[in-house]
C-alpha cells in the first residue's frame, strides 16, 4: 500500500473522503480534468454526466501513467454551482465508485463563477502517489 488514511484519535470519520493522507512513492499530478471526451467534446450538460467523464479521465491519466485509482492521495473539485453538485450527489457518488472506488482520498470541493470552457460544470484535479 503507498498510502494511509489519517484520522486524529477522537474525530468522526468523514463521509466519503479522508481528513489527511500519508504517502510514499512516485508522485503524479493530474491537471484539472474536465466532463469531455478525448475528442474535447462534450456528451452532455448534465452535472453527473460530466462529473463520471471526469472522473474517467482521471482514471485514463492514471492508467497511462502505471497507477490505478487506489493510489490517489489528493482531490480538489471545483464546481460551478454547489447546489447542481449536491442535487446529484447519489449520481456522482455512483460514479464515483464505479470509476474510482476508494474514499481515502483527502478532497476538498470549492464553487467557482465559472471555469475555463464554458460548458464545463465541473473540473477535477488529482494528486497520486504510485508505488516505486
Not at 484539472?32 to 456528451?43: N, R, T
Not at 485509482?69 to 471545483?78: E, L
Not at 447546489?83 to 474514499?103: H, N, P, S, T, W
Amino acid at each position: 500500500m503507498t498510502h494511509e488514511a489519517i484520522l486524529p484519535e477522537g474525530w468522526k470519520r468523514p463521509r466519503g473522503y479522508a481528513n489527511g493522507v500519508a504517502a510514499r512513492g512516485r508522485t503524479l499530478f493530474i491537471a484539472g480534468m474536465i466532463g469531455w471526451d478525448a475528442e474535447e467534446k462534450f456528451a452532455s450538460d448534465d452535472f453527473a454526466q460530466q462529473a463520471r467523464q471526469a472522473l474517467q479521465n482521471v482514471a485514463a491519466v492514471l492508467q497511462a501513467a502505471g497507477g490505478k485509482p487506489q493510489d490517489i492521495v489528493r482531490m480538489t473539485w471545483y464546481v460551478t454551482d454547489k447546489r447542481e453538485y449536491l442535487a446529484a450527489g447519489k449520481e456522482v457518488g455512483r460514479a464515483f465508485r464505479e470509476v474510482i472506488g476508494c474514499y481515502d482520498i483527502a478532497m476538498t470541493a470549492v464553487e467557482v463563477r465559472s471555469l475555463i470552457e464554458d460548458r464545463a460544470k465541473v473540473e477535477i484535479e488529482v494528486t497520486a502517489v504510485l508505488p516505486d
